[in-house]
């Protein structure tokens, strides 16, 4: 199975903050990583698909790259509904993965 | 507008069996593949199920393979999880995704770009 590790765990940050989270897989998985965004008592949804690919309706302060075995999602300018945890996960094989998670918290 | 709204979860026994289901609507449910994804409390996220989009390939997380079986109902748009042998640790939030990818020897490989919100299944003596 793909392990896939988020950095880091739990971020702070301030509204309009420029942010970065990475994800790593442990073998190259190509461009199939996507990254959702979770807020509590909610399911996940879609942000990012391929790589880079904004999901329909996503604010383009997302932004995704990466390639081969490292990845990561930006959002440039922070705001109040940013406010989440982030996960990464990984199409390249079965099973289908994901990372333990990123949750930003404001400082 | 997509809608998936899960239903069946509840409180069991280990050992006992319970039976999810997932009503789409919204689009055409028998073009794309569907999905269990499952997240214990305060944990992440784990895929456990996937069925093509005419119920012909089917995969399970090795976690649930033997103990859980998944079936659709194209007619009836709806998505069913079988869960036997049930144990403390499939405790979880159990929710119904929709798939966007292809459906290979190897697996269902895609994303999941539509989601339900999600049935509470509690295993506890």
């Known amino acids: 199975d793909i392990q896939m590790t988020q950095s880091p765990s739990s971020l702070s940050a301030s509204v309009g903050d420029r942010v970065t989270i990475t994800c790593r897989s442990s073998?190259?998985?190509?461009?199939?990583l996507h990254w959702y965004q979770q807020k509590p008592g909610k399911a996940p949804e879609l942000l990012i698909y391929d790589t880079s690919y904004l999901q329909s309706g996503v604010p383009s302060r997302f932004s995704g790259s990466g390639s081969g075995t490292e990845f990561t999602v930006t959002i440039s300018s922070l705001q109040p509904e940013d406010f989440a945890t982030y996960y990464c996960?990984?199409?390249?094989?079965?099973?289908?993965?994901f990372g333990g998670g990123t949750k930003l918290e404001i400082k | 507008e997509v809608q998936l709204v899960e239903s069946g979860g509840g409180l069991v026994k280990p050992g006992e069996s319970l039976r999810l289901s997932c009503e789409a609507s919204?689009?055409?449910?028998?073009?794309?593949?569907m999905n269990w994804v499952r997240q214990s409390p305060g944990k992440g996220l784990e895929w456990v199920s996937a069925?093509?989009?005419?119920?012909?390939?089917?995969y399970y997380a090795a976690s649930v393979t033997g103990r859980y079986t998944v079936s659709r109902d194209n007619a009836k748009n709806a998505l069913y999880l079988q869960m036997t042998s049930l144990r403390a640790e499939d405790t979880a939030v159990y929710y119904c995704?929709?798939?966007?990818?292809?459906?290979?020897?190897?697996?269902?490989?895609?994303?999941?770009?539509?989601w339900g919100q999600g049935t509470l299944v509690t295993v506890s003596s």
């Open positions: 073998q190259r998985i190509s461009s199939y």
């Open positions: 996960q990984q199409s390249y094989s079965s099973p289908l993965t």
């Open positions: 995704a929709r798939g966007r990818g292809n459906c290979i020897s190897r697996g269902c490989l895609q994303n999941f770009d539509y």
């Open positions: 069925i093509s989009p005419r119920g012909g390939s089917i």
């Open positions: 919204g689009f055409t449910f028998n073009d794309y593949p």
